[in-house]
């Protein structure tokens, strides 16, 4: 199956700010974050990646412009379900306030139970089930399109991206706090028929591993590719 690099879009002004932006309209890369977009693109070099989805939000869309610049092969492809959580009327706010408002409390150690105030808040349950829905029709169409080897990449939000490692590593809702992801990091999953493998987690570092590599010889008593190297990988496929 094709392996997925979750992008997180870099530092943008909100971020800076201490402010949870959520859907609204125009937030920005901040100079740093500006910086880490350049960077990035740079360290995807060396990937043939064959798709680019992206969160429609202007802060993912500007992260992947220096990316996109240098591979004109590449079309972007802009997916909702791959939006921030709808924040509802806590968007905008400070997250030094919203800390004391009773339902951080429920966010932090309860969080499938987290439904967001007002007409335009969702739940947590329902950001995680659209992100993951995204993610696994975009890997089975990359795999249709380019089979199964192709590389590819979606750029997204912090908890969109750690609802989706969760669920790839078959943890309950709840314990999404415990994943930590960075501006500007990639996280690697390659979903197979067995199980989802996370290969990266937030990565900032160089990604040449992550390159195709050849198919081994498959013959009846070996290894299958989809299953788990027993005493941890090789490093060798």
Not at 52 to 57: C, K, T
Not at 61 to 66: A, H, I, W
Not at 227 to 236: L, P, S
Request: glycine content about 10%; proline content about 7%; overall charge negative.
């Amino acid at each position: 199956m094709p392996t997925l690099l979750l992008v997180r879009h870099g530092r943008s002004t909100a971020n800076s700010s201490g402010i949870l932006a959520g859907w609204s309209p125009g937030v920005a890369l901040d100079e740093h974050g500006e910086q880490q977009a350049k960077t990035l693109a740079e360290r995807l070099a060396a990937l043939p990646l064959q798709t680019v989805v992206s969160s429609p939000l202007d802060r993912c869309r500007q992260t992947l412009g220096p990316l996109l610049a240098t591979r004109p092969e590449l079309t972007l492809r802009l997916d909702e379900r791959l939006g921030e959580c709808r924040y509802g009327d806590w968007t905008g706010r400070g997250l030094a306030e919203l800390a004391k408002e009773p339902l951080w409390a429920t966010v932090q150690t309860q969080p499938s139970a987290a439904t967001f105030p007002g007409p335009e808040g969702e739940s947590l349950r329902e950001m995680s089930h659209r992100a993951v829905e995204s993610v696994r029709e975009w890997d089975a169409e990359v795999e249709r399109e380019h089979g199964p080897d192709a590389v590819w990449l979606a750029c997204s939000h912090g908890d969109v991206i750690k609802a989706i490692v969760a669920d790839a590593l078959g943890l309950h809702l709840d314990l999404f706090q415990r994943i930590s992801i960075e501006p500007a990091s990639i996280t690697a999953i390659r979903y197979t028929s067995v199980r989802p493998y996370l290969l990266r987690l937030g990565d900032t570092g160089d990604l040449g591993g992550l390159a195709p590599r050849p198919r081994p010889a498959s013959s009846d008593g070996e290894q299958g590719r989809d299953d788990a190297v027993v005493g941890g990988d090789t490093g060798t496929r």
